[in-house]
């Protein structure tokens, strides 16, 4: 099983990193978590058959996390190959006809049920196939703006190994799924919404097997902010890394 960052930037893209998008392949299925912009790129030069997308899922509806959906869609639906079919899991229902009627505006939007077809993330566990299970838990995430749309994390339960994927978090890192470290997961965490200093010594508690930080602030962004995420995370009883774009873990 990998999983592969393939947008690791905030809210914005930068010079040296994309908005959100992960890939978690296992066997030769692949699952797609957000499709920030310049996802369908990513995955294109990254050599990832389009075919093999069976799932993404989708955090929260802000541009960073979907504003490359389109293209992704485009490609799925536009190249199919017998035997294809994809679904796309929103956080909110009214997604579902924004989504279409983009692809409708953008005259992409002929294709069958069979081939791609949405669903709607709800709390608890949502999805399963005989590769993968998703477990979807609430943020409080769009609090930050004083909004009251749904926001989620997802735990991913395959091949006996567990990944808890933060997505974005509430300002003051109330919401951190912590009642899912009941038993040791690698954690993928964003690192932009709250002081991220302030969670070190609170995740350093966790039975972590692995921390992967993505979602990366400017402060962290360059050399000096490389060193200083090093320096922070050095005292933890496990390994922590500072994902970058078309970095590969092994999971």
């Known amino acids: 099983m990998k999983l592969i960052t393939l947008g690791t930037s905030h809210g914005d893209p930068t010079p040296s990193r994309f908005n959100s998008s992960t890939l978690l392949i296992i066997g030769d299925a692949c699952y797609l978590i957000d499709a920030g912009g310049a996802a369908n790129v990513l995955l294109i030069r990254r050599g990832i058959p389009m075919a093999s997308i069976r799932q ?132 993928v965490s964003e690192c932009t919404h709250f002081p991220f200093a302030d969670a070190v010594p609170k995740l350093a508690k966790l039975p972590i097997l692995r921390l992967i930080c993505n979602h990366v602030p400017n402060a962290l962004q360059d050399e000096a902010g490389e060193e200083k995420f090093r320096q922070l995370t050095a005292g933890l009883p496990f390994p922590a890394l500072l994902a970058h774009d078309g970095d590969e873990f092994s999971i």
């Not at 639906?77 to 006809?97: D, M, S």
């Not at 949405?118 to 909004?147: I, K, P, Q, W, Y």
Request: proline residues 7%.
């Open 56 to 187: 993404v899922f989708v955090t929260h509806m802000h541009e960073d996390h979907i504003g490359g959906l389109p293209g992704v869609i485009k490609s799925l639906v536009r190249y199919p190959v017998p035997g294809q079919h994809t679904r796309i899991w929103l956080p909110e229902e009214a997604g579902i006809p924004a989504v279409r009627g983009f692809m409708a505006a953008t005259h992409r939007d002929r294709w069958t049920p069979d081939l791609l077809d949405f669903g709607v993330v709800t709390e608890g566990s949502f999805f399963e196939d005989e590769l993968l299970r998703v477990t979807a838990f609430r943020t409080r995430h769009m609090e930050n703006e004083g909004l009251n749309f749904p926001s989620f994390g997802f735990l991913l339960e395959a091949e006996g190994k567990r990944i808890v994927y933060t997505g974005d978090l509430k300002y003051d890192f109330c919401d951190f799924p912590y009642h899912l470290f009941d038993r040791p997961a690698v954690c």
